[in-house]
């Protein structure tokens, strides 16, 4: 490798941060999007989640039906410029009935932030991804939100976080009073309190007042018994916390942590500086060659999500593509892990939620957008030079399962068509009878919201209209070794047989009391609660 190349890719891995933020619905995940994406200056005036008509929809919530309930329903990427950084932002959706499209855009970041209500502290959802980030080894950065509001104790969330997620934890800023008396954040770094004014709605960046922490006037700004509490707090984490340790952090063993208001400003921009000094930069990825360092000269990455009709007027389809090595290069001729064929990239794009425009080169830590004319699965790698392949992104034991049906004949081809395509996107699985005369799809889900989706994307995008006829199971179970295995089982009791998109053998059970029934029958039987990856390495435990 040229010295020249090596020491472009050097400066462009240095100067990016790539992270995901993961919470429980309602914590303020997207409000807090809209506002990193204020400070960024990629937008100029931030609107908050809300199911109203009159309020601005938020950026990352482009999807017509994401926009009508005030939810976020599919991942998407942000990408913007601050202070010399390249800042890659995976949105990801909060509702638990979409857990498996947070865990693939997860695959493809290197931080994650995990984003708490004050008042409730850790919720399920939360817990559930706290567990997805530490398989995958990723440094979690906190933020405690809605500080504006009344909640519980700073040090209450502080210990919640230490006891139940075992996580050292090092608070990077304080927090001086809360609720209606939430007057603004130590910044412990600096040595500054910074006072904020609320500004309209939060949707411009705040003002805030920065004062040294003994400054004499601090006694005027603050009221008495907030300033005797906040020194208080402070002597107690000085003494009894923890030092920050950058090593524990990377290891995902120690969260940094924020409090602040994302609704209205109060501690974001002090977030995304210390995010800057604090977070990985693009690191090694495990392949079938070994590990691959970001600066390998041959261009190399791998697709962790597809989307159909982001723009519903032209019809596409986009992969979305996680850049782990190498430079890319627009119009460069790659090789494609799973089919063995060679594909031009001649339209790579750079994604900001739906808004795209075609871009020249990318570096490791960018996530790009090709179009994808039905030639990409979730997983497949892409490489220049020697055959390489990343690790393949599972799906999940689904829990619901229903019949999609269409009564309307005349629209048969629409409603295939539109099954196959959000079937590759991974917006549900699909599944098949094994009895050849049941033709109509399984719907497999892990939340009835899945549901809800695929009907009004197939009404909204492909104008079919379809009913459900929902099925009495709730397990999935894969077979290992596949038809061949079954076959030398013979019959089997309490569970239905079906296929799924790559022909693979499922087993459906009504509950878990039926699993077991049929395990302790067929002791040889093996059963995999994940499928088989269709694309790339099967993931190792870590």
Request: contains cysteine; negative net charge.
């Amino acid at each position: 490798m040229s010295s020249d190349l090596l020491t472009e890719l050097q400066l462009q891995v240095d100067r990016r941060r790539n992270f995901a933020i993961i919470s429980h619905p309602d914590a303020g995940k997207t409000t807090l999007t809209e506002k990193l994406l204020l400070y960024g200056g990629a937008i100029h005036e931030a609107g908050a989640v809300k199911a109203r008509r009159a309020q601005r929809h938020a950026t990352s919530d482009w999807m017509e039906m994401e926009q009508q309930r005030g939810i976020s329903i599919t991942s998407t990427v942000l990408q913007f410029e601050y202070q010399g950084c390249q800042i890659n932002l995976l949105d990801t959706p909060g509702h638990q009935d979409f857990s498996e499209d947070t865990y693939r855009t997860l695959a493809a970041a290197d931080n994650a932030v995990m984003l708490i209500d004050a008042a409730k502290g850790l919720e399920p959802q939360t817990r559930k991804l706290f567990e997805v980030c530490r398989m995958r080894g990723l440094p979690i950065f906190t933020f405690v939100n809605k500080l504006d509001r009344p909640g519980r104790e700073p040090l209450e969330l502080l210990d919640e976080i230490e006891q139940e997620l075992g996580l050292h934890t090092y608070a990077v800023n304080w927090p001086i009073g809360m609720g209606d008396r939430f007057k603004g954040v130590f910044d412990r770094r600096a040595r500054q309190i910074h006072l904020f004014e609320r500004s309209e709605h939060g949707q411009r960046e705040a003002r805030d007042t920065v004062i040294d922490l003994g400054d004499p006037q601090i006694e005027q700004l603050l009221e008495q018994d907030l300033y005797y509490q906040f020194k208080d707090d402070l002597e107690l984490l000085e003494e009894l916390g923890a030092e920050l340790d950058l090593d524990l952090v990377h290891q995902g063993k120690m969260t940094p942590v924020f409090f602040g208001s994302a609704m209205t400003n109060f501690g974001v921009e002090p977030f995304l500086n210390a995010f800057l000094d604090y977070a990985l930069k693009p690191g090694v990825h495990d392949s079938s060659q070994g590990e691959i360092d970001p600066t390998y000269p041959d261009f190399s990455g791998f697709v962790f999500k597809l989307q159909a009709n982001m723009d519903p007027k032209h019809r596409d389809r986009v992969a979305f593509v996680r850049v782990c090595s190498g430079k890319f290069e627009k119009d460069m001729v790659v090789n494609h892990a799973r089919t063995g064929k060679t594909v031009r990239l001649s339209r790579p794009q750079k994604l900001f939620a739906q808004d795209r425009e075609v871009i020249d080169s990318a570096y490791p830590g960018d996530v790009i957008g090709l179009n994808n004319p039905g030639m990409f699965a979730i997983g497949d790698t892409i490489y220049v030079g020697q055959k390489l392949e990343y690790e393949g992104i599972p799906c999940f034991s689904p829990e619901l399962f229903a019949y999609l049906k269409n009564p309307n004949p005349s629209k048969f081809k629409p409603f295939r068509k539109g099954v196959s395509e959000l079937q590759e996107e991974g917006a549900v699985q699909i599944m098949y009878s094994a009895d050849e005369g049941k033709r109509d799809p399984i719907l497999a889900a892990v939340g009835q919201l899945q549901f809800e989706v695929v009907q009004f994307r197939l009404q909204n995008e492909y104008g079919v209209e379809t009913n459900l006829e929902l099925l009495p199971y709730s397990v999935a179970r894969w077979v290992v070794g596949g038809w061949e295995a079954l076959e030398k089982v013979g019959r089997l009791f309490n569970t239905v047989t079906v296929k799924d998109s790559w022909n693979r053998p499922v087993l459906l059970f009504r509950n878990e009391w039926n699993l077991h029934q049929v395990q302790a029958d067929h002791p040889g039987l093996e059963l995999n609660t994940i499928a088989p990856v269709v694309s790339g390495r099967e993931p190792t435990a870590s």
